[in-house]
């Protein structure tokens, strides 16, 4: 079946450094979507990027959907203490089901 | 986007015993989908309710262990049945697809343990 991997699967960073994340499919997608999970609560939408190579910005935040809609990456760039929490990726197949990646846990230290 | 209802939050149950979750949804929806989150760990789906018919189950969950109902467009719930340790997880049903600018929608998720 359909697995979606994502590296590191924590990161521990000083407030202020970058960080990325890396999500790989072992199926090409239809799109992929980004959410974030604070410790204690649910998942919550960031974004969905639908063509290949699409690059989309929310202030800090960068994505990327690779050329062949396998991978895709999410850059923060000058952390801060509320970034906390973890970032799953997930693919929306042709199926119509959103299959999350492993995830990736990122600590901020003030 | 929808705003989820999701009920009861948290619950300690005996092993053997049913706890059915509850998820109520401020619009109409065709799909809801149910995922199990296992501490420190990812989302997994474990089926897909869609209204008027039966639940479509994932590799590895089977409706014996977890019935779903789907009664109306806004409404369903998940049972866990015969519940053991192992059962202890976050539960979290969710709404969304393809058409949605807004992504996947999910509830605020029901934190069980079995003891």
């Known amino acids: 079946g359909q697995q979606v991997m994502q590296i590191p699967q924590y990161q521990h960073v000083q407030e202020g450094e970058d960080f990325t994340t890396y999500c790989n499919s072992s199926t090409t997608l239809s799109n992929i979507q980004w959410y974030k999970q604070r410790p204690g609560g649910h998942p919550v939408f960031l974004i969905q990027?639908?063509?290949?190579?699409e690059v989309k910005k929310q202030k800090r935040l960068t994505f990327q959907f690779g050329e062949a809609k396998k991978n895709s990456s999410l850059h923060i760039t000058a952390t801060q203490t509320t970034d906390v929490g973890t970032y799953f990726c997930?693919?929306?197949?042709?199926?119509?089901?959103?299959?999350f990646g492993t995830g990736t846990l990122l600590a901020v230290q003030p | 986007s929808a705003v989820i209802s999701q009920k009861p939050s948290r619950d300690i149950c005996q092993r053997g015993t049913s706890l059915t979750i509850q998820c109520q949804v401020d619009?109409?929806?065709?799909?809801m989908f149910w995922y199990r989150q296992q501490p420190g760990q990812s989302l997994t789906l474990i089926a897909t309710a869609n209204q008027g018919s039966e639940a479509t189950y994932e590799s590895g969950f089977v409706i014996d262990k977890f019935p779903i109902s789907r009664p109306n467009l806004t409404f369903s719930t998940l049972t866990v049945s015969n519940m053991s340790p192992e059962d202890s997880s976050i539960y979290l049903c969710s709404v969304g697809g393809q058409a949605s600018n807004y992504g996947y929608t999910f509830g605020s998720g029901t934190r069980l343990t079995v003891v």
């Open positions: 990027l639908v063509k290949s190579g």
């Open positions: 997930a693919g929306d197949g042709a199926t119509n089901k959103l299959i």
């Open positions: 619009s109409q929806v065709t799909m």
